[in-house]
């Protein structure tokens, strides 16, 4: 039996008794808000009081062709009728078939091989669990440790955890996990005079040499967001490190696994980031826009060469890995109306002019006195706003509220991320509200 909620205030209230919410102090509830959503359309979020707002954060970045896509839903009403699941351990099916075949195709070549997960945070999982066990089945049971870029993040579970740079992360859990190195990020807002954006990042890619050099035999992988490192607060760089850092993972036999959990899909401007360094990674990390927004799934891809290393008569050399969900042919489906959607609509194409149309429409903002280091890569713009506030991020939250704006500000970093089907006025009306509200916080 459905119990409907009959407005706003009633099912915040009852959600804050009996939901544990993520990524928040729920204390702060008690001043700041919860927006109960009824329904959504296209880049629109409505409650149940008559409210809307922009979704310009695609509901932590997984949202592609908006809420209530007509196109992804007839696929998945279709996909109901025939199979809801099954498990993929001794089974398969149409959808997970179609979808490894289809993103062989379109990923950077060598990458052969789909391994299914749920989340993001699996295929981190996946991926690191893979390359130590690789370099084992290789006689090279040395080899397994990992390196990340500082201030990364690729998932909050212990494994993922442990190559994630957030200090609010590390200092609650350091003590239950093996944190690994880091070397310097080579974010273009870290540059010293005169050095321009490729300049950071070939003196990044130095400190990486010289920590491959001293510890490539303990070494199993490096792990990075490639182009854009998102939690650090969209931290943009140039693809000139992904080239060296391909390179050096080359020449020191360390692999290099590509998160595009967050950046793949088309985000910045390439289905995958990797194609701007025009390099193939061992592991390609797909997740977050794969299904649309609609249902959660992750994909590892790797290469021949770490397949074959697991092939084997004995069950210990194979990969020792399962989620109850693995390849589910639900969001399967959903990923294959996706893909299906790119194709159709010529989407990166389309891309690239909405990008250069907000690029035009945002110039007030980026004229802005308080608006700091300006940035774009794809669909993604980011700022940080000089602000007298020390909880900017969450005024900034309820005050875009008030505006029909949903942002959510990482810190004094205000980033959009909006849904591709965003049109013209949606975007004049993002980039207005979004001035009205910095300009009430700074
Ligand atoms: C979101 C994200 C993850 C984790 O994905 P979840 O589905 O939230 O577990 C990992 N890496 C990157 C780069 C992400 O943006």
Not at 8 to 34: G, I
Not at 45 to 57: E, K, S
Not at 355 to 362: D, E, T, V, Y
Request: hydrophobic residues 45%.
């Amino acid at each position: 039996m459905k119990k409907s909620a009959s407005s706003n205030a009633d099912l915040v209230s009852r959600s804050l008794s009996a939901v544990w919410h993520p990524c928040s102090q729920m204390k702060h509830y008690e001043a700041f808000p919860l927006v109960a959503v009824a329904r959504g359309q296209g880049v629109w979020l409505y409650d149940f009081d008559g409210g809307r707002y922009l979704d310009a954060v695609s509901s932590w970045w997984v949202n592609l062709f908006g809420h209530a896509n007509p196109r992804i839903n007839a696929a998945l009403r279709d996909q109901l009728d025939q199979l809801e699941h099954v498990m993929l351990a001794g089974f398969t099916h149409q959808p997970v078939v179609e979808l490894s075949e289809r993103l062989r195709e379109l990923a950077p070549t060598g990458l052969g091989h789909c391994f299914y997960g749920s989340d993001g945070a699996s295929a981190t999982e996946i991926a690191l669990k893979m390359s130590a066990h690789y370099w084992r089945n290789s006689g090279q049971p040395d080899k397994r440790q990992f390196i990340s870029l500082a201030n990364s993040y690729h998932g909050e579970t212990l494994g993922a955890l442990s190559v994630t740079d957030v200090a609010l992360f590390r200092d609650a859990y350091g003590a239950l996990i093996r944190q690994q190195a880091t070397v310097a990020s080579p974010d273009w807002r870290e540059a010293c005079d005169g050095e321009d954006a490729e300049a950071v990042a070939l003196r990044a890619a130095g400190e990486l040499e010289a920590h491959l050099q001293q510890h490539h035999e303990q070494l199993a992988a490096f792990i990075i967001e490639p182009l854009v490192q998102g939690a650090a607060g969209m931290a943009m760089y140039h693809p000139a490190y992904l080239r060296r850092a391909r390179e050096l993972c080359d020449r020191y036999r360390v692999h290099l696994i590509a998160d595009e959990i967050a950046v793949g899909m088309g985000r910045t401007g390439t289905l995958f980031a990797c194609e701007q360094g025009g390099i193939s990674p061992d592991f390609l990390l797909i997740s977050k826009g794969i299904t649309g927004g609609y249902l959660p799934l992750s994909i590892v891809m790797t290469t021949d060469e770490v397949y074959r290393a697991f092939y084997d008569d004995q069950t210990a050399r194979g990969f020792l890995h399962s989620h109850s969900y693995t390849g589910n042919p639900l969001a399967c489906r959903a990923a294959l109306a996706t893909l299906d959607i790119f194709a159709a609509d010529d989407v990166l194409r389309a891309n690239r002019h909405r990008a250069a149309r907000l690029n035009q429409i945002a110039a007030p903002l980026r004229a802005h006195p308080a608006v700091r280091n300006w940035r774009n890569t794809g669909m993604i713009w980011a700022f940080e706003v000089e602000s007298p506030h020390a909880d900017f991020a969450r005024r900034c939250f309820a005050l875009g509220l008030q505006h029909e704006l949903l942002l959510r500000p990482m810190g004094n970093t205000v980033y959009f991320m909006p849904p591709y089907v965003i049109s013209e006025d949606e975007m004049q009306w993002l980039v207005e509200r979004t001035l009205a509200v910095i300009g009430a916080l700074t």
